[in-house]
């Protein structure tokens, strides 16, 4: 199954041919969720963007030696999700068995120096997106009297940081609906689970520092913290561990007989959400500015930039 294959447990080699949609499958957990899932014999949908992606994609997994179809699909635009799901229900007979909700933007950036428009794309992404897309697909749920959705949201949606306010937003946004869903469609058959990753290594650290880089170069109140975040982020990747207990998490919630309704990943996320409850707010608040690039005692500024920081 190559470099993304991992154990395909026995229960998963009697999943019969079981369809699965994945949004955002071009890279990080997304790719590793389809070829895992498309390796295990499910009927994988992967979405990428554009065809040159899709492309790519199924290379990808031709060289993994696992079959899976590509979808075209942008979360943010609501006539693509229409196509994207009809496409996936024509080929299937009405909707994919299950829906992985895993397309996902970074955004940082203090909440004073976002404008509208980054704030708007970023939740038609990470939150309207990932709605639309259970809706879409949830009356076909319905009708089989079964179905799956896993949303992958991020300890971001449980813990806030500053300059992440809107990425944080965003991702409790997802755990809300996440919580609404599973009450509402549960009854109907359509199990729901959220999954929380702390931070580990993909292709959106790239992305988040690139959108820094262009916040710098503005007047700021926030150009120290700007620029610690950013040289953190470009060099997180050799740091942060690797997407594969996400991935690991996201095929369990789907495989699993009774999924949990929360899977918290990541020693990093378990450690976060008990100080969370423990540490009085002034000092946490503290230890955060730190970590994201207020001055302070050499030994806090270690300790913050260390433990602290969001990724
Ligand atoms: N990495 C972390 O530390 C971390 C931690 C917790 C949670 N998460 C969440 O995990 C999920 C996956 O992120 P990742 O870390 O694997 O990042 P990633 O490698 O950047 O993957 C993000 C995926 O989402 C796709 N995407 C972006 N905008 C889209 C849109 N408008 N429509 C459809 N697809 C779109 C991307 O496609 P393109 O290639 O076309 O851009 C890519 O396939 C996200 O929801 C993220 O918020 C990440």
Redesign the pocket.
């Given at each position: 199954m190559g470099a993304h294959g991992g154990r395909v447990s026995l229960l998963w080699r009697c999943v019969v041919r079981r369809s699965v949609l994945v949004?955002?499958?071009?890279?990080?957990?997304?790719?590793g969720v389809a070829l895992r899932l498309a390796g295990a014999g499910f009927d994988v949908f992967a979405?990428?963007?554009d065809e040159p992606?899709a492309e790519k994609l199924r290379a990808v997994a031709a060289e993994c030696a696992v079959g899976l179809r590509t979808v075209l699909?942008?979360?943010?635009d609501a006539d693509s999700c229409r196509r994207a799901c009809a496409e996936v229900a024509e080929a299937t007979d009405g909707g994919p068995w299950a829906l992985v909700n895993?397309?996902?933007?970074?955004l940082v950036g203090a909440v004073e120096d976002l404008e509208d428009a980054a704030v708007r794309q970023l939740l038609e992404?990470?939150v309207v997106?990932a709605a639309r897309m259970a809706r879409l697909v949830l009356p076909g749920m319905r009708e089989r009297g079964e179905g799956r959705i896993v949303n992958?949201?991020?300890?971001?949606g449980r813990i806030t940081a500053p300059g992440m306010g809107w990425y944080c937003a965003g991702?409790a946004a997802l755990g809300a609906l996440n919580d609404a869903l599973r009450m509402e469609a549960g009854p109907g058959g359509v199990r729901v689970a959220v999954v929380e990753?702390?931070?580990?290594?993909?292709?959106?650290?790239g992305?988040a520092a690139d959108g820094l880089a262009a916040l710098t170069g503005r007047q700021t109140l926030f150009g120290d913290m700007y620029r610690v975040a950013e040289a953190a982020l470009r060099e997180s990747g050799t740091r942060?561990p690797s997407?594969e207990p996400?991935v690991s998490a996201v095929c369990r919630a789907l495989v699993a007989r009774r999924p949990r309704h929360r899977y918290v990943v990541g020693r990093q996320a378990k450690a976060g959400l008990l100080a969370d409850a423990l540490v009085p707010v002034r000092v946490k608040d503290h230890f955060k500015r730190v970590a994201m690039g207020a001055p302070a005692h050499p030994l806090v500024e270690y300790a913050a930039r260390r433990w602290c920081t969001p990724?």
């Open positions: 949004t955002g499958a071009t890279s990080g957990v997304g790719l979405t990428a963007r992606k699909l942008d979360v943010a895993n397309a996902g933007v970074p992404v990470n997106g992958v949201s991020s300890l971001a991702k990753a702390g931070a580990y290594a993909s292709a959106i650290q992305r942060l997407a996400v990724w």
